[in-house]
Nanobody
């Protein structure tokens, strides 16, 4: 079974960059037609899709976050990452990585709470 595990700093200061990594086990981030996503949920709000990387390396971003967001991968480590620049307290959220394929289903990580505060 595919498992995903997020890792993040927990606390980052305003204006800095938030860097998160998702480690995938039991599956490959290069599996045909697999799609690897980052989603977040601020406190008291709904889920927000941020961006994703496709099995072939193509990346996709939410228009509202595109100027501050970058998704990349390390295929040798089975990891994909999110970088969010110029963070503010409004970027405080639980960040989830989600991946899989339409055919086999999508799997969620457990999430990482990351807070922006001075």
């Amino acid at each position: 079974q595919v498992q995903l595990q997020e890792s993040g700093p927990g606390l980052v200061k305003p204006s800095q960059m938030l860097s998160l990594t998702c480690t995938v086990s039991g599956g490959s981030i290069t599996s045909d037609y697999s799609f690897w996503n980052w989603v977040r949920q601020p406190p008291g709000k709904g889920l927000e899709w941020m961006g994703a990387i496709y099995f072939n390396g193509s990346t996709y971003y939410s228009p509202s976050l595109e100027s501050r967001t970058s998704v990349s991968r390390d295929t040798t480590k089975g990891q994909f990452s999110l970088r969010l620049s110029s963070v503010t307290p409004e970027d405080t959220a639980v960040y989830y990585c989600i991946g899989g394929t339409f055919a086999s289903g999508y799997y969620w990580g457990r999430g990482t709470q990351d807070t922006v505060s001075s």
